[in-house]
């Protein structure tokens, strides 16, 4: 597997995420420098959830980049970035109902297509560091019945180049990560908002010592809240961690 830019390929290992912190450590990785694997051993995914994946049928992937304009009290537009960037590559495949699950799962219809882990390195009050984990189905055909999955081949009928999707990402991050001005980050803010899965739609949730409520999703904001329209008409908003919902 041959790329033009910086990157480490191996057929199998434990994490990419954690061998991109491993690298970052010991060397200097340069930015946009990427990490692919076939087959994760140990891959997970937010909230330390396991990620599935059959070995050489999918993109598992961790870029590490140093965002030296993202300042640590803005760090959700890591989220912002990761996640449009995949939505944008996607798109150029003409698929419908293109959805972000908050924070940053990417779902088609109402199945998972794409997970993201970020972990970042922290200096103080900047980010050091960050690296983008990202796990996309693309030619796997069969998912557990558990789990409501899909891949690009089932949703395309046709087998896909992983390592296109991998560069085409990279280039969406390396573009999207530039940005730098409030106005600029607040028009991919109102772009990640487009596309928020279940939005406007009742929906029941589950919050810790709430009972399940009913609920539409309104929005997200710049410090990476979700907002909800509870049926009292009332707003309330959760920080990640807080909430459930499928």
Known sequence: ??????????PETESTNQLAIDMISKTNPADGFMLITDYQTAGR?????IWQSKAGKNLLVSFIFYPKNIPINKIFRLNLAAS?????????????????????????QNQKIAGILIQNILKASEIQAAVIGIGLNVNQEYFSTELSASSLQNILGKEMDIKKIASDIRAQLLTLLKTRSPEAWSLLLAEYNEV???????????AAAINPMLA????????GKIHLLTENQEIISFTFGELNYK
Request: glycine share 4%; net charge positive.
């Open 1 to 10: 597997m041959d790329f033009d830019f910086p990157y480490l390929y191996l």
């Open 84 to 108: 449009l960037a995949i939505i944008r590559c996607l798109k150029t495949f003409d698929i419908a109902e293109l959805s972000i699950k908050w924070p940053n799962d990417i779902y088609i």
């Open 45 to 49: 995914g937010q909230y330390g959830r």
């Open 216 to 223: 539409s999703i309104q929005s997200v904001t710049e410090d």
């Open 196 to 206: 928020l899965y279940k939005k406007n739609k009742k929906h029941v949730f589950n």
